[in-house]
């Protein structure tokens, strides 16, 4: 399984952005899709994640501005993000993860399985 996500960019702060997240193989319609940033000196962390069963979690940090939504026959998976503010700077990364049980979200990342290669956000003020 390879993930492909793209759609980073600069931004002011009070932009938008769409995130893209582009999957091979068969496994994305059955695995939880989740979206992760790292900012330089920081650990990752979760930011959204949609079930199979398109359950969602959000972090504190974006909930109400960032929206993840997916379409399983394109494989692909997307990141709404609005109100965009400097903070939010960090590379964004897509990951799948085994589907847990029915309307679980997995926010872990150690539970997410596959990553792909991350794209950066960077949000002026």
């Known amino acids: 399984v390879q993930l492909q996500a793209s759609g980073g960019g600069l931004v002011q702060a009070g932009g938008s952005l769409r995130l893209s997240c582009a999957a091979s193989?068969?496994?994305?319609?059955?695995?939880?899709l989740g979206w992760f940033r790292q900012a330089p000196g920081k650990e990752r962390e979760f930011i959204a994640a949609?079930?199979?069963?398109?359950?969602?979690a959000y972090a504190d940090s974006v909930k109400g501005r960032f929206t993840i939504s997916r379409d399983n026959a394109k494989k692909s998976g997307w990141l709404q993000m609005n109100t965009l503010k400097p903070e939010d700077t960090a590379v964004y990364y897509c990951?799948?993860?085994?589907?847990?049980?029915?309307?679980?979200?997995?926010?872990?990342?150690?539970?997410?399985?596959?990553w792909g290669q991350g794209t950066q956000v960077t949000v002026s003020s």
């Open positions: 990951a799948l993860a085994t589907p847990a049980g029915a309307g679980v979200v997995a926010t872990a990342s150690r539970v997410y399985r596959y």
């Open positions: 193989g068969h496994i994305f319609s059955t695995y939880t």
């Open positions: 949609i079930s199979r069963g398109d359950f969602t």
